[in-house]
């Protein structure tokens, strides 16, 4: 069993920064290619970030690139979302995902792994 548990959501001021964690309890986390999706209120869930099993290969969303990095470490299982100069628009509840065939894909669907989500809200 898979599971994936988020932390590090919070309430924040416009510009501001946070750093989502998400910790993997799978031994194969090294084989996963690991995403980070947000869902705002009335909204589908968007792709925000994904690393490669590696950490060699990362694609970004073009509303977040240049401000937020994704992340791992894969000694700890852990993968990263650092979130700078946040906007009122990145306010969503942001989930990990992970992707057992390593393929680091965009769309949800090739996920096969998700957490509970975790909360950012982004206002003055």
């Known amino acids: 069993q898979v599971q994936l548990v988020e932390s590090g959501g919070g309430l924040v001021q416009p510009g501001g920064s946070l750093r989502l964690s998400c910790a993997v309890s799978?031994?194969?986390?090294?084989?996963?290619?690991m995403g980070w999706f947000r869902q705002a209120p009335g909204k589908e869930r968007e792709f925000v970030a994904v690393?490669?099993?590696?950490?060699?290969?990362?694609y970004y969303a073009d509303s977040v690139k240049g401000r937020f990095t994704i992340s791992r470490d894969n000694a700890k299982n852990t993968v990263y979302l650092q979130m700078n100069s946040l906007k009122p628009e990145d306010t969503a509840v942001y989930y990990c995902?992970?992707?057992?065939?390593?393929?680091?894909?965009?769309?949800?669907?090739?996920?096969?792994?998700w957490g509970q989500g975790t909360q950012v809200t982004v206002s003055s």
């Open positions: 799978a031994r194969t986390f090294i084989t996963y290619a």
């Open positions: 690393i490669s099993w590696s950490g060699a290969i990362t």
């Open positions: 995902a992970a992707d057992s065939r390593n393929q680091y894909g965009r769309s949800a669907y090739g996920y096969d792994y």
